[in-house]
């Protein structure tokens, strides 16, 4: 039996850095919308007996061993379950790796309700949230997507109202941020925890965008972009800035880099407008792309 879903990318409305628990994660507070650029999952049970996972993907950068997000939504579960999952596991990937996008995120989440739905499972919602947390943080956001306030460590989850419709330019530069060093860095910043007046701009910005988001005020929702991890990232990276001021210059209505970077999105109303941005962007940054928020469960189409 073959099943397949899309695994959409998400980017952050807002991000921010609220707290540290005792064993070293960081607690959150972020907005996470989905976009309609996705990697496209194909599972297919294969038959015999025993525990097998075959992986493939067309990157082949991305690792089909133990280290790949798909790997391990598949030992969760059949730990979870006591299904030795017996599984070839295909995945088309068209979000950039290493992104801050959730590409790795996205695909396990993919991966876990495709295991429910092939070994009718029907595995209930928490326990689907708390195997998707095993395998990382943004992965419980993963599972159905849309627009939500994810707090915790990404688990404690909120549904809001969608984002109104746009045109989100995406614009990776060539470089690769890795998520544990662009946390080190904050935290070295803020050894004390984050300070007083970072933890106030959040709050006011958290704030004003959840109002833009009820009154479906796009305008409101693109000035109050927030993302504490937005100074250890321009330290590392140039393109961040340039590309950032760039979709400004073009007619973005804001822009802010998505999770640990190094991917800068900027909202647009005209599809035109986008487009040309991307269009000019690409000559130099090749993994630039158009897309549009998605709603939960987001079936239909997606870009690739
Ligand atoms: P996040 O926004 O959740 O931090 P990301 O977009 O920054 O994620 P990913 O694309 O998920 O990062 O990849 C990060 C690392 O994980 C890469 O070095 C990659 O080799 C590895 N990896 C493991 N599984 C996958 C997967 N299914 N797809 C892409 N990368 C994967």
Known sequence: ??????????????????????????????????????????????????????????????????RNTVWKAVQAFSEHTGIPARVRVAVHKAIPVGAGLAGGS???????????QVYETRLSAETLTSLALSVGADVPFCLTGGTKLAQGIGEVLSELPPMPFCHIVLCKPPVSLKTKDIFAAYDAQFEQGPASQTLSELEEKEA??????????LAGVA?????????????????????????RENGALGTMMSG?????????????????????????????????????????????
Not at 208 to 217: G, P, Q, V
Not at 266 to 292: M, W
Request: one cysteine or more.
């Open 1 to 66: 039996m073959t099943a397949e879903l899309w695994a959409r990318a998400k980017i952050n409305l807002t991000l921010g850095i609220v707290g540290r628990r005792e064993d070293g994660y960081h607690l959150l507070s972020s907005v996470m919308q989905s976009v309609s650029l996705a990697d496209k999952v194909v599972l297919t049970r294969l038959p015999g007996s025993g525990p097998k996972i075959e992986l493939w993907s067309n990157l082949p950068y991305v690792p089909r061993d133990s």
């Open 106 to 116: 996205s695909d396990a989440a993919a991966v876990l309700r495709l295991l429910d």
């Open 208 to 217: 004003r965008l959840l109002t833009a988001l009820e009154k479906r005020d």
């Open 223 to 247: 000035a109050n972009l927030y993302n504490g991890l937005l100074p250890p990232a321009l330290a590392r990276c140039g393109h961040i800035a340039r590309i950032m001021a760039f979709m």
């Open 260 to 304: 640990s970077g190094p991917t800068v999105f900027g909202i647009f109303t005209s599809r035109k407008r986008a487009e040309q941005t991307a269009a000019k962007l690409k000559t130099k940054y090749r993994e630039t792309f158009v897309t549009n928020p998605t709603r939960p469960n987001g079936s239909g189409r997606a870009d690739r």
